[in-house]
C-alpha cells in the first residue's frame, strides 16, 4: 500500500511524507514489494503526483474515482484544473486496464470520458455496475444491501458506503471471490483518525475525524446529525490549515455552524500563517444566527479541553482537520500533538 497515512510492505509498515512518493521512491518501494512477494499494490495517487509526472512509466491494472472536492486550489488555482490532473489519470490508462467511478458523483462520468480502460461504476442513488444500499446505520456499525447480498460493517455513514462499494467493485474486478470479498469487508475497522469514536465513562461520545475540506466537514457532520437522536447536543471543533486554500476557510465554519449546536474554531496547522488571520476567514463564514452558539480559541488543546468541559452526558464531540496526525506545524516546526490523545486523556481523568 502506498497512501497518505502509511506505506505498507506486507505487514512491514513505513512512514510516508507525501500522499504520493517522488517517481524515484515509488518505483524504489514496487521493487521491494516484488522483492518481498507481494501480489497487489493499493495506491493513493494525488493531484499533484499526476500534474508533476511523479507516476510516468507506471502500468496499472485499474483505477478507482471516489469523489472530488474543493481542496488543493492553492496549487491548482481553480477547480476546474484541478479535475483535469485527476482525470489525466483515468486518460492515461491502457484498454487493459479497468476504471471505475462513483455514478453518485457530479463528476463521476467526467472522469471516465476520455479514457480507453473498461468501465464501471459504483453507487447508492443510481444504477450502477455495482450497486448498494444502507439499510440500517449506527455509530457501530450499519447493515447494507450489495448486489443482493446482506453484509454487516464495522464502518459507519454513506461515505464508508461508498468506499466499501469501491473496494467490493475493485474485488471483483480483480477475479476474486464475492462471498469471500464481504466477508473479508465485514471484518474490515475504520482507520485511525477515520470517523475514530471514543467514549467516557460519563456518556460523551468524541469522534476524530481528518475532514479539512468543506465537503469531507459536511459528509462526517451530516453522518453524526443522521444517526443522532439530537436530544443531546453537537460541539464541533474546527479549524483551517495555513498556506493553504484560503477560499474554504469560512465555507467550513459555516457548515459547521450550520450542522452543530456549538462550534469552537481553532488552530488546525498554521504553518507559517498567522492563527488569528486564519481564524478571522473562518468567522466570516459564520451564520449570524450562530454567532452567540461559536467560540474562538486559537489554542488547539485549550479549544479540546473547552468542549470536553462543556459536553454533558450523551453529547457528541467532533474534532475534526487533523485526524491521524500527531503533530501541529507552527512557524515551520513539528510539534507533538494527538487530537485523539488530549482528549482520551481528559476521559480518562474525568472519570
Known amino acids: ?33 516484488v522483492d518481498d512477494g507481494c501480489e497487489y499494490v493499493f495506491m493513493e495517487v494525488s493531484s499533484h503526483a499526476i500534474d508533476q509526472n511523479r507516476i ?50 457530479k463528476n463521476g462520468n467526467v472522469m471516465l470520458q476520455n479514457t480507453s480502460a473498461k468501465k464501471f461504476t459504483y453507487g447508492i442513488k443510481n444504477m450502477a455496475s455495482f450497486k448498494g444500499r444502507i439499510i440500517e446505520n ?28 469501491a473496494v467490493y467493485a475493485t474485488a471483483l474486478l480483480l477475479e476474486q471471490d464475492k462471498e469471500e470479498v464481504l466477508v473479508g469487508i465485514s471484518k474490515l475497522k475504520g482507520a485511525e483518525g477515520r470517523f ?9 461520545t468524541a469522534i476524530i475525524d481528518y475532514a479539512h475540506t468543506p465537503d469531507a466537514l459536511e459528509n462526517v457532520i451530516s453522518t453524526i446529525n443522521s444517526i443522532r437522536t439530537h436530544n ?60 452567540n452558539r461559536t467560540m474562538v ?24 482537520g487533523k485526524g491521524h496526525e500527531k503533530y501541529q506545524e507552527i512557524s515551520g516546526i513539528k510539534y507533538p500533538f494527538d487530537d485523539k490523545e488530549i482528549i482520551s486523556e481528559l476521559m480518562e481523568i474525568n472519570k
Open 1 to 33: 500500500m502506498l497512501s497518505t497515512i502509511q506505506n505498507k510492505i506486507n505487514n512491514r509498515i513505513l512512514e510516508t511524507t507525501h500522499t504520493t512518493p517522488d517517481a524515484l521512491k515509488i518505483n524504489e518501494l514496487l521493487n521491494q514489494m
Open 56 to 105: 510516468t512509466g507506471i502500468v496499472y491494472k485499474g483505477g478507482v474515482f471516489t469523489n472530488i472536492t474543493h481542496d488543493h486550489l492553492d496549487y491548482h488555482k481553480t477547480f476546474k484544473e484541478y479535475i483535469k490532473a485527476k482525470k489525466l489519470f483515468f486518460d492515461n490508462l491502457s484498454s487493459n486496464a479497468f476504471a471505475i467511478t462513483n455514478i453518485d458523483d
Open 138 to 165: 449506527d455509530f457501530e456499525g450499519m447493515m447494507m444491501n450489495v448486489d443482493g447480498s446482506e453484509m454487516y460493517s464495522m464502518l459507519s455513514g454513506k461515505f464508508n458506503a461508498y468506499n466499501i462499494l
Open 196 to 204: 475514530d469514536i471514543i467514549r467516557s465513562e460519563s456518556g460523551i
Open 232 to 291: 443531546e447536543k453537537l460541539i464541533t471543533v474546527i479549524g483551517a490549515g495555513g498556506n493553504r486554500d484560503k477560499s474554504k476557510r469560512p465555507t467550513m465554519a459555516k457548515i459547521a455552524s450550520l450542522l452543530s449546536n456549538r462550534v469552537i474554531l481553532t488552530s488546525d496547522n498554521p504553518r507559517n500563517e498567522n492563527p488569528e488571520q486564519i481564524l478571522a476567514d473562518m468567522r466570516e463564514g459564520i451564520d449570524p444566527a450562530k454567532k
Open 297 to 320: 480559541i486559537p489554542d488547539r488543546k485549550q479549544a479540546i479541553i473547552t468542549a470536553y468541559n462543556i459536553a454533558q452526558s450523551g453529547d457528541m464531540i467532533l474534532i475534526a
